[in-house]
Every structure is written in structure tokens, then in C-alpha cells.
């Protein structure tokens, strides 16, 4: 499910390459404009696929959706396609069909006195994304053999149903929480060639774990500190042909995020924040062969008072580097908006991404909190 850069995707030889998203697809929720630098410290429904520990400052029920474009690339191939031979792809990014990033209800569990026994949320959220079309460019053989009508589809699409429990201390000055993870994964090698025709679609599934914390010091209650862990996922499937896309890898995630009050006679604040993931070397797969792989993501947020209403402003970078043979950098500046009206329990935000070499993300966020 995304956009892309300007990039290219060869088995042995490739002079660029298709932007990595496999593993590292943001959602499209609120930290989006912010280049994703709050998932891990932030505290909503999405906080059910980034770090359970966020669903422990929850105090109300919680509903939140993100809706967000899906992009894709486009590869005209040169050279020679035959397994021996060598191939150059020269790939071009394009905005896919918006659809549904995530989808979350948090619950708080009350116990005899009215008190929080913590915070337990059900969601599904959108977190891997690959859709490649292939074309013969000018010249293309196979093993020597004109290939003039040679195309390609390769797709990986993988979301995950989580069902997560976070539980802070009454202080608020720390929270964990842990959850399983359900990964259904959709992935399509459609290929014709003067060889033969590849027609492979399956749905694969498997299941992981996750766990996570978010302190707060009581010398500095503005002050996150996060860390959250999730399991690698061994994907399985009822076919008898090897899987393009062996399993998810496993993910490692720290956070941090600064709130700072006193602007315009303490009616605003800015929010400050870093984040980190680590995604684990993935399983050779025959099409799709992941590489460990750090992301980041840095970003601000300046939250405006305009009397009935608090307008959220963000500015972000966020940083995919490459992962290894199939898979190139992709790195994006990041900006958006909320609206949060004071006197109501809705919120609303927008956030777009200008990724580098071209292309861009879109992200629609919208929550509402009920109940006591």
C-alpha cells in the first residue's frame, strides 16, 4: 500500500531500485505529518499496532480510522530477463486507490470502584506495501528470444489484526503493555514471458507477539521515553508453491517525544519527537530477500489555540533506507493539520508526505473518544 520514488528492481543487476515498503508502511495516522515520530509514544487506537504501552493513559473509549493513499511503481525492464542473463528495470512512482490504513476501538476496563484496570483495544491496520507493473523496454530478450510482450506484477499486501492491553500507574510516570498479532499477507506474481506464463496468488497468514513501555519521569512529566518489541511472523499458506514473502521480520522501536508549554501566553504548545525502528533481516524468499533495515522519523508539532478549536500544525522528515538486493531508500519531508474543537470528543487530521525523487503520500485520520 503506497507511492514511491524513481527506482528500479533486478535479480542480479540493477541500476536503482523499487523504494522499500514492505515492512516499513505508515498507516497514515496523526504523527504521519510528523514523520511518524510519535507512533511509539502516542496514545490511541493506533497505539495497538505501534507500542501497546500507549493504551495505558486512555482514559475514555476510543474509535479511530485512517484512510491513505496506496501507491505503486511502474518498471519498464531492458537487457535480458533469462535467469542467467541481465536485466535493468527503470522504475517510475504513481499514486494507487486511497483505501483503509487503520481501523481501531480501545476500551477501558473499569473495575468495582470505578478505577482503570487498564486500557484493551482490537484493530487492523495496514503495515507492509509492494505493487510493482512490469514492461518490456526496448530490446528486451529472454535466454536471446525477443520478450517485446513480456509484463510483470508483483504485489505484497500485508495488514494486521492486533489485540493489544496497556496498563499505566497512577502516577502516570509508567505504562506497559503487550498484545498478539495476526498478519494476513496477499502477495501476486503474475508474469508472461516467451518462457511461459506465471499466474501465482496466494494469502498467507501468521502469527507473532509484541510487548512495550512508555516512561515518564516525575522530574519531567513532559518527558516520553518508549520502547516496544514485535516478534518476526513466519507466514504460511495453503499452496504447495514457495511464498514471494516468507516472513514478516521482526521489529525493534524506540521513542522519544518533548511537550513545551508557554507560547503566547501559555494558551500553546509544541510537541517534540524522535523515532526509531529496527526491522530484523527477513527470510530469503525467492522474489523478495529483506535485509535488516533502521528507519527514523523527526518531526514537530505546534498545537494553536483559536479559542473553540486547537489546530494542530506538523512538520516531519522521515527516513527509509535501502534494504538490501530488491530494495531502494525512501525518504520523505512530511507536513499536516488537525482540528480538535473544545467542546466536542471528535478530532480530525490531515498529513501529506513529498517523497524524494518523486511521488506523495496522503493521510485522512479521523477519532472520537465516548463514554466516562
Not at 494469502?203 to 514485535?230: C, E, M
Not at 508557554?262 to 530477500?289: C, E, P, Y
Amino acid at each position: 500500500m503506497i507511492s514511491a520514488i524513481g527506482a528500479c528492481l533486478a535479480p542480479t543487476v540493477a541500476n536503482a531500485q523499487i523504494p522499500d515498503l514492505v515492512s516499513a508502511f505508515d498507516a497514515g495516522g496523526r504523527a504521519m505529518g510528523m514523520g511518524g515520530a510519535t507512533y511509539q509514544t502516542g496514545s490511541e487506537t493506533l497505539s495497538a499496532y505501534y507500542n501497546p504501552a500507549g493504551l495505558g493513559y486512555l482514559s475514555r473509549s476510543a474509535i479511530g480510522l485512517s484512510f491513505r493513499n496506496k501507491p505503486q511503481s511502474k518498471t519498464t525492464v531492458t537487457g535480458d530477463i533469462a535467469p542467467s542473463g541481465t536485466q535493468f528495470l527503470s522504475s517510475v512512482s504513481e499514486p494507487g486507490p486511497t483505501g483503509l490504513g487503520h481501523a481501531g476501538l480501545a476500551i477501558p476496563i473499569r473495575n468495582g470502584r470505578g478505577g482503570n484496570n487498564g486500557v484493551i483495544a482490537f484493530s487492523l491496520t495496514a503495515g507492509g506495501q509492494l505493487r510493482d507493473e512490469r514492461s518490456a523496454g526496448p530490446g528486451l530478450t529472454e535466454n536471446g528470444l525477443g520478450a517485446a510482450a513480456y509484463r510483470q506484477l508483483i504485489k505484497s499486501d500485508t495488514e494486521f489484526i492486533n489485540i493489544s492491553y496497556g496498563r499505566a500507574t497512577s502516577d502516570g510516570t509508567f505504562s506497559w503493555g503487550a498484545g498478539l498479532v495476526y498478519a494476513i499477507n496477499r502477495q501476486v506474481n503474475q508474469k508472461f514471458a516467451p518462457s511461459g506464463i506465471t499466474d501465482f496468488d496466494a494469502q498467507a497468514t501468521g502469527v507473532g507477539g509484541q510487548i512495550g513501555f512508555i516512561v515518564s519521569p516525575k522530574s519531567n512529566p513532559d518527558l516520553s521515553v518508549s520502547a516496544s518489541f514485535r516478534t518476526p511472523i513466519k507466514l504460511k499458506s495453503g499452496g504447495a508453491s514457495p511464498l514471494i514473502y516468507e516472513e514478516v521480520p521482526g521489529r525493534l522501536a524506540g521513542g522519544i517525544a518533548l511537550r513545551r508549554n508557554g507560547f503566547r501566553g501559555d494558551r500553546d504548545f509544541m510537541v517534540f519527537g524522535l523515532d526509531v525502528t529496527h526491522f530484523f533481516d527477513g527470510k530469503d524468499a525467492s522474489i523478495i530477500d529483506r535485509d535488516p533495515q533502521t528507519t527514523f522519523g523527526l518531526g514537530v508539532e505546534y498545537n494553536y489555540s483559536m479559542g473553540a478549536a486547537r489546530v494542530p500544525i506538523r512538520l516531519g522528515y522521515n527516513a527509509i533506507p535501502a534494504a538490501g538486493r530488491d530494495f531502494g531508500r525512501r525518504n520523505a519531508f512530511t507536513f499536516g493539520l488537525g482540528y480538535r474543537p473544545n467542546k466536542a470528543d471528535w478530532g480530525l487530521d490531515l498529513n501529506w508526505a513529498k517523497v524524494s525523487g518523486g511521488g506523495s503520500d496522503f493521510g485522512l485520520t479521523v477519532s472520537y473518544k465516548f463514554g466516562n
